[in-house]
C-alpha cells in the first residue's frame, strides 16, 4: 500500500491527483501546517529529515520531492499511459517540464511570498519603511519581472498543444499544475491568460482530480 504524507495546502495534493488518475488506492496520512508560520508540522522530519511534503512510502521506499515521486509513480504504475514514448520530441518536452516546474517556475513564486510577507508581517514601526523598501525593490528588481515572463512563456507554450508535453495528458501536466494553481493566488493569473486559464479549469474538472480534493480535505488553491 502506498503512504502519502499529505501536508494541507501543499504540493502533496498533486500526488493524490496522480494516485486517482493512475487508479491505485493508497492511504493518506496528513499533517497540519502551523497556523502562524505555515510550516509542517516536526513529526514530518521523522518521515525524511528535510520535514517538507509530499513524501511517499511504497513498500520499504521512502521518497522525498514531488517530482520525483511523480516520475516513480508513472512509470512503476503508469502501463506506459502518462509517459510519452521514449526517443520522441514530446518525450523531451516531459523531460523539460517535469525539470521547469519546481526548478524554475517555483522559485520566483516563493520569493513574492517571502517579499510579500517581509512587507506585510509584524515589525517594530520604525524598521517598517526600511522593510517595505527593500522587500519592494526586490520584488520590481527580480520577482515580479521573472514571474511575468514565466507566465507569458507558459501561456505561449499551451499554444502549441493542448497539453505541456503534446497532444497527450501526461505526469508533466500534474507537475505543472501547482505552480500554475499557486500563479493564480499569488501573482495574478487570471482569465487575461486564456490559454493558462482553461488548462487549470479543465484539470480541476477532471473526475481525478475532484476525487483527490475530496481525500485530500481543504486546499484553498483552486480558484
Ligand atoms: N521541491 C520540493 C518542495 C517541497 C516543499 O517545499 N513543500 C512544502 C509544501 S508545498 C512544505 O513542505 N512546506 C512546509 C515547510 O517548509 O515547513 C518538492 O517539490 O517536493
Known sequence: MITVHHLNNSRSQRILWLLEELGLPYEIKRYQRDAKTMLAPPELRAVH??????????????????????EYLASRYGNGNLIPKANT?????YVYWMHFAEGSAMSPLLLKLVF???????????????????AQRAKNWIVLPNVERILNFLEAELGRSAWFAGAEFSAADVQMSFPLEISVVRAGLNESRPRL??????IHARPAYQRALEKGGKYDFVR
Open 89 to 93: 520530441p514530446e518525450y523531451l518536452r
Open 49 to 70: 529529515p528535510l520535514g517538507k511534503s509530499p513524501v511517499i512510502s511504497d513498500g520499504e521506499l521512502t521518497l522525498a520531492e514531488s517530482g520525483a515521486i511523480v
Open 116 to 134: 510579500d510577507r517581509i512587507e506585510s508581517g509584524p515589525m517594530p514601526f520604525f524598521i517598517r519603511p526600511v522593510a517595505r523598501g527593500i
Open 197 to 202: 486559464w482553461a488548462f487549470l479549469k479543465t
